[in-house]
């Protein structure tokens, strides 16, 4: 039995009180392992540590600093086998996808933010005889991160890396339903060289360990990634506190398909922006507008590739939809389906859990699920599900399309598929949502802010955006 620890001040070590949970390999539905159920007390180990590490690491040059992020980003490379292995154990998506996605991706944040502290430039303003105005940016201190359980080390390294890049000690929280890789992380981090107390990685539940750290008076920042209203609960508590806060948070995002794309190219990419990672990707596009003129070739073409997909066991190469990664969150999918059928959704394809043979016979496995004829405007197409569950509707008019891709709580993303460049631009621009892709999908260039409007979350993470939230800026004016 695989018993995962702490990481406070460079040390593994157990939660204070003793107290563990279990850890499901949602594929197999059994646990094989315990992951520290951590209380404030190990939360305030963890804030000391570093707290005490923060001058050292601080004054360490952006140069040198980024050359151990730079070492960690080799050594996930080096060990990409067996951080695949656990992130697929744990979450229970195809080990294909930890391989190519999510551990090189982590790897990929380290290395970005390792160079990317040293192209930090100040600014000047000269008053010419009067003054010379200069402005830095001074690391805010101890800040706490805290991932969700969909892109484990993927988005757990997204937040880690800019804030040790730009000279703050970190307190991280994983999620407790897939800690495994976080833990792996903490073993390479001490090979890397960070000093102790650097990096701080602290299990537990989000009304222990997470509410723990929101509330310690340490913390200057938190970067969070999760749900909505979790996220409005954090900034209830942290807003007294004056601390800095990035959220970003739920979707639910529209694909606007008009009749002059590329058709192929469309249903390829929709069928994986739909059904990538089981659907547990904030950015997948859970609601399909589609053209009328094409509307029925494209239902045809992409229920055909729906129907391709093979539900199975992740560590099997053939594999395309993995396990759901907790039994708790594969009934509230299912809750959805039901709920798509009483609201006069029709059936077109999947709704069903699948019964996966051999060692995955008790694990979480639904079918791809697609609905079509529910009103823009119903639960279904409104309250983001995070699962393998889309709807096909279609439009007449460009504004129809923009009226109905806008009309939810959220603005994270949305997917346009046009070859009309000006279209292109004018939709983009009309659309509520803090990342557009026009003809393609989850295309990320690390240099560019990614965040979301409305309810789906406050500032941005990526490149220099991500640098300046774990910063202060501080002016400095000497008289000429």
């Known amino acids: 039995m695989l018993q995962l620890c702490n990481f406070i001040n460079g040390e593994l070590q157990p939660p204070a009180a003793g107290r563990y949970l279990p850890l499901l390999n949602p594929a197999t539905g059994q646990v094989f392992g315990q992951v520290p159920n951590s209380d404030a007390a190990d939360v305030d180990r963890a804030v000391q540590a570093a707290t005490a590490a923060f001058p050292a690491w601080r004054a360490l040059p952006a140069e040198e600093r980024g050359r151990r992020l730079v070492r960690l980003a080799e050594l996930i490379d080096q060990n990409l086998e067996t951080l695949a292995q656990a992130e697929s154990q744990d979450n229970g998506k195809p080990l294909s996808l930890a391989r190519t996605l999510d551990i090189p991706r982590a790897a990929s944040n380290f290395a970005f933010f390792g160079t990317a502290a040293q192209h930090f430039a100040t600014e000047t303003h000269l008053q010419e005889g009067v003054a010379l105005n200069y402005t830095v940016r001074h690391p805010v201190g101890v800040v706490a991160c805290i991932s969700p359980w969909n892109l484990p080390l993927y988005l757990f390294t997204w937040k880690i890396a800019p804030a040790l890049a730009a000279g703050c000690c970190v307190v991280a929280k994983p999620s407790e339903v897939t800690p495994y890789t976080a833990f792996l992380l903490s073993e390479l981090s001490r090979e890397a060289g960070l000093l102790a107390g650097v990096l701080n990685i602290v299990h537990g539940t989000g009304p222990g360990a997470g509410q723990a750290l929101v509330e310690h008076p340490g913390i200057r920042a938190i970067s969070f990634t999760g749900g909505t209203a979790t996220g409005a609960h954090i900034a209830r508590t942290a807003a007294p506190q004056f601390k800095k806060l990035s959220l970003e948070l739920g979707g639910k995002n529209p694909n606007l398909i008009f009749a002059d794309c590329d058709l192929d190219a469309a249903v390829q990419t929709s069928i994986r922006s739909s059904f990538a990672n089981q659907g547990q990707i904030c950015l997948c596009g859970s609601r ?51 709920l798509a059928h009483q609201e006069g959704g029709r059936l077109l394809a999947g709704g069903q859990r699948v019964q996966v043979p051999g060692r995955c016979a008790e694990g979480y496995f639904l079918q791809p699920t697609v609905f079509e004829g529910l009103a823009p405007d119903c639960r279904v ?13 279609p439009f007449d008019h460009e504004e129809e399309a923009l009226t ?17 460049l000006a279209r292109a631009h004018r939709v983009a621009h009309q659309l509520q949502a803090g990342v557009v892709w026009v003809n393609t999908w989850l295309h990320r260039d690390l240099r560019t802010p990614f965040g979301g409007m409305k309810n789906s979350g406050l500032g941005r993470e990526g490149g220099l955006e991500a640098l300046r939230f774990f910063t202060e800026a501080q002016n400095v004016c000497v008289k000429l």
């Not at 997909?309 to 990664?325: C, R």
């Open 288 to 338: 399909i507008f589609v053209e009328r003129s094409v509307y029925e070739p494209f239902k045809a073409a992409f229920l055909a590739q729906v129907q391709a997909l093979t539900v199975g066991d992740p560590l099997e190469a053939s594999t395309q939809q993995g396990a759901i990664v907790s039994e708790a969150h594969l009934n509230k999918i299912l809750s959805y389906i039901d």
């Open 381 to 393: 197409n409104q309250e983001e599900i995070f699962g393998p569950v889309v709807t096909l509707t």
């Open 404 to 420: 109905w891709a806008n009309s939810t709580d959220y603005g994270l993303s949305a997917t346009v598929w046009t070859r009309d």
